[in-house]
Each structure stands twice: as C-alpha cells, then as structure tokens.
Nanobody
Framework: QVQLVESGGGLVQAGGSLRLSCAAS????????LGWFRQAPGREREFVAA????????YHGDSVKGRFTISRDNAKITVYLQMNSLKPEDTAVYYC??????????????????WGQGTQVTVSS
C-alpha cells in the first residue's frame, strides 16, 4: 500500500522560502513519477512539479519555473519541493502524488493514483 506523507508547509512572508518534503513508502518507485500539485480555494488543482524516479528528469509548471525546484533522495525515498521567492498567489494546499496505471504524462493529475493528505502553504503580503 503506497503511502505519501507531506511535511514542511507553513506561513511565510512574500519573498521567503519553504521546503516541502514527501516521504514515500509501500512499493518501489522505479519507473514511476512523483509530483507536486496545489489547490487554492475555489480553483482547480494545478500542476507544480514532477520528477521521474528512474531518470531524475524534472518538470515544472510555468507559474513556478525558476522559483521552485523538485528533487529526490533515493535512499530516503523522499521527494522535495524547494520554494523560493514565494508570492501570495502561491498560497494553496500542496499535495504530493505518485503515479500508477496509465501514464498520461507527469504534468497531468490523472496520471497519479496515490495522493498525500496535503500541506498548507500560506504566503502573506
């Protein structure tokens, strides 16, 4: 059974930084992807970043490119999201996800079969 546990959310001022962590367990992730999505109140879930666990290839959403960086620690089976130059519009619940089933591409939520509980990120102006 795949489990994803996020941590690292909180309240930060605009321009600040946070690092989110997602500890994964329950299966091997070789050949799969792990990603971060976010959802703000009244808005659709948005792709933030993803990483192919085998190749290490990374993908970032346009709204966070150049500010956020996804990375992984193979030994700890943990994926990180380093968030710099945070803006109030980054405020959302951030979800970690692991792919499974049909691969529609790591930018698409329907590729992901497993989701964490989410962690709140609030950026004050």
């Amino acid at each position: 059974q795949v489990q994803l546990v996020e941590s690292g959310g909180g309240l930060v001022q605009a321009g600040g930084s946070l690092r989110l962590s997602c500890a994964a367990s329950g299966r091997t992730f070789s050949g799969y992807g792990l990603g971060w999505f976010r959802q703000a109140p009244g808005r659709e879930r948005e792709f933030v970043a993803a990483i192919n666990w085998s190749s290490g290839s990374t993908y970032h959403g346009d709204s966070v490119k150049g500010r956020f960086t996804i990375s992984r620690d193979n030994a700890k089976i943990t994926v990180y999201l380093q968030m710099n130059s945070l803006k109030p519009e980054d405020t959302a619940v951030y979800y970690c996800a692991a792919s499974g089933g049909i691969d529609y591409g790591l930018r698409y939520a329907r590729t992901y079969a497993y989701w964490g509980q989410g962690t709140q990120v609030t950026v004050s102006s």
